[in-house]
């Protein structure tokens, strides 16, 4: 069973920043992509940022130059370094892995963690 786990969300100030980690454990064989989603109150999930195996990544314009999105596919792991944090940023961040296989010739599947609260004070 593949498990997502999320960390280093909190409280900060506007201006201020983050860093969210990631990691997925498990029987794991490869993992195609991984992603950070998140959820603001009252709105729908939307993508933030996605990285796949091979380091290409993809943003949302509303963070692109102030979100930075890396992977080590060693340790199965992602992270979200969120600087000049906007009070608009405040949301439930969740990690996405997407294409996971556990074996060679596993079926790939989704998952998803329980999400970490990220507060921006203006």
């Known amino acids: 069973q593949v498990q997502l786990v999320e960390s280093g969300g909190g409280l900060v100030q506007a201006g201020g920043s983050l860093r969210l980690s990631c990691v997925a454990s498990g029987s794991i064989f490869s993992i195609n992509a991984m992603g950070w989603y998140r959820q603001a109150p009252g709105k729908e999930r939307e993508l933030v940022a996605a990285?796949?195996?091979?380091?290409?990544?993809n943003y949302a314009a509303s963070v692109k130059g102030r979100f930075t999105i890396s992977r080590d596919n060693a340790k199965n792991t992602v992270y979200l370094q969120m600087n000049s944090l906007k009070p608009e940023d405040t949301a439930v961040y969740y990690c996405?892995?997407?294409?996971?296989?556990?074996?060679?010739?596993?079926?790939?599947?989704?998952?998803w963690g329980k999400g970490t609260l990220v507060t921006v004070s203006s």
């Open positions: 996405n892995a997407e294409g996971v296989r556990t074996s060679f010739l596993g079926y790939g599947m989704d998952y």
């Open positions: 990285i796949t195996s091979g380091g290409s990544t």
